[in-house]
Each structure stands twice: as structure tokens, then as C-alpha cells.
């Protein structure tokens, strides 16, 4: 289909890591995306992946790339309540300035 | 740096009313973008501008009308909305890399209540 796939909730411990997982649909799309938003702010991007690339690593963030499956993950070691906010993928459809979000993670941290 | 500004931060106009909404970015990107998100989803994608040129008009109605004055600035007039265009206005830039949008960055956004 044309959505960009995301589950809509996941809850966590404080210090335990968070997976976050995307589907996306263009296998051509060259860059990936993950964005974080708080309540009434804009899209703040956090990483992003090459399509030739399987994993990305940035400081507390692991981004793993399925091409096959279409599957993108964002893995957010030691999770503090600050990481607490709605996370969204986007695929970037190649040859096109068009960037295909995905439905939104909301990320809840326990203390 | 990597700021684009919006301004305002809110705004509160009726159906016959006319605004605009201004975004900045002094990074030098080419590509300069507007999006409507709707509260709980993601950005909807309006117009795209590459090298001050229009490039993609996601099929917004004419009520709302995008302008690209110089390569920094990104304009979005507003006339005759309706109540349900009430939503937040997102403005992006992005880098590019051979000839491709490559790293979009956010505006704030501008919250839009439409009476």
C-alpha cells in the first residue's frame, strides 16, 4: 500500500531500550529517516540511513535497514523520560523531493 | 546551525480573513518546503520549492498560495479558509547532495485556528 507503517504506542522503563519499528513502501527510496516530535513542537530529525547501508549507529540510536522486508528500526539505548515523544520514519521516493511520513510512534518512558 | 524560523507562533483568523505565514532559514538550502499536520498525524506534504521554483503542488486548494520571494524566505497566504484547515504549519528545508534533497530540518511550526 502507500502508507508508511509504524506501530502507534509503545511503553517503556527508564533505562531499558526502546525498538521502534517501520514499514515503509518504495523499495527505490534512497534515504531513511527517523524524526522526533514533542507535544507542540516541530519535527526535529534524529538520524538517517542510506539504502545501501544495513545499520547506523549514533550515539544512543541504532538504525537497522531490511531492504528486503522494508523494514526500518530505531533502537534508543538507555531511555530517559526526555526521550518521551511521538517518533516518526520517513522515506525520501528517489529521484523526487517528496519525503513519505510514517503514522507516528508514540514513545512513552516510565520512571 | 540548523534553524528555520516561523512566524507566528500562533494564529487565530476567520473565514475572511487574509495572513500569511513566513518561514526563514539562513543555511543555505535550495529546497524549501510546507506541511499541514493534523494533531495525532504525521506532516502532510503542501508545495515543494527547489532553487525558488515551485517543483511540487501536492493538489492544495487555491485558498492557500505558496511563494518563494528569495532563496531563504517561504511565504503561505491565506484566504477564504475554512474550519477545517485549523491545524500546525510546518515549514522545511533541506541540504542536498549530487543534485538530491538529502537532510530536511523543521520550523517550529505555526499553530492555525480557524474561526
Known amino acids: 500500500g502507500e502508507d508508511v507503517e509504524q506501530s502507534l504506542f509503545l511503553s517503556v522503563r527508564e533505562g531499558d531500550s526502546s525498538v521502534i519499528n517501520c514499514t515503509y513502501t518504495?523499495?527505490?527510496?534512497?534515504?531513511l529517516y527517523w524524526y522526533k516530535q514533542e507535544p507542540g513542537a516541530g519535527l526535529q530529525l534524529l538520524t538517517y540511513?542510506?539504502?545501501?547501508?544495513d545499520m547506523k549507529q549514533d550515539q544512543r540510536l541504532t538504525v537497522l535497514l531490511n531492504k528486503k522486508d522494508k523494514h526500518l528500526s530505531l533502537r534508543i539505548a538507555d531511555t530517559q523520560t526526555g526521550d518521551s515523544a511521538i517518533y516518526f520514519c520517513?522515506?525520501?521516493?528517489?529521484?523526487?523531493?517528496?519525503?513519505?511520513f510514517g503514522t507516528g510512534t508514540r514513545l512513552k518512558v516510565l520512571a | 546551525d540548523t534553524e528555520v524560523t516561523q512566524t507566528p507562533k500562533h494564529l487565530v483568523m476567520g473565514m475572511t480573513n487574509k495572513k500569511s505565514l513566513k518561514c526563514e532559514q539562513h543555511?543555505?538550502?535550495?529546497?524549501m518546503y510546507w506541511y499541514k499536520q493534523k494533531a495525532k498525524k504525521p506532516p502532510e506534504l503542501m508545495f515543494v520549492?527547489?532553487?525558488?521554483?515551485?517543483?511540487i503542488n501536492e493538489s492544495v486548494p487555491s485558498r492557500f498560495s505558496p511563494e518563494c520571494p528569495n532563496s531563504s524566505l517561504l511565504n503561505l497566504h491565506l484566504h477564504a479558509l475554512q474550519p477545517e484547515d485549523s491545524a500546525l504549519y510546518l515549514c522545511?528545508?533541506?541540504?542536498?547532495?549530487?543534485?538530491?534533497?538529502?537532510?530536511?530540518?523543521f520550523g517550529p511550526g505555526t499553530r492555525l485556528t480557524v474561526t
Open positions: 522545511a528545508s533541506s541540504t542536498h547532495r549530487g543534485g538530491r534533497p538529502y537532510e530536511q530540518y
Open positions: 518504495d523499495s527505490s527510496s534512497t534515504y
Open positions: 540511513i542510506f539504502s545501501n547501508m
Open positions: 520517513a522515506e525520501r521516493r528517489s529521484g523526487t523531493y517528496k519525503y513519505i
Open positions: 543555511m543555505g538550502h535550495r529546497a
Open positions: 520549492y527547489s532553487y525558488e521554483k515551485l517543483s
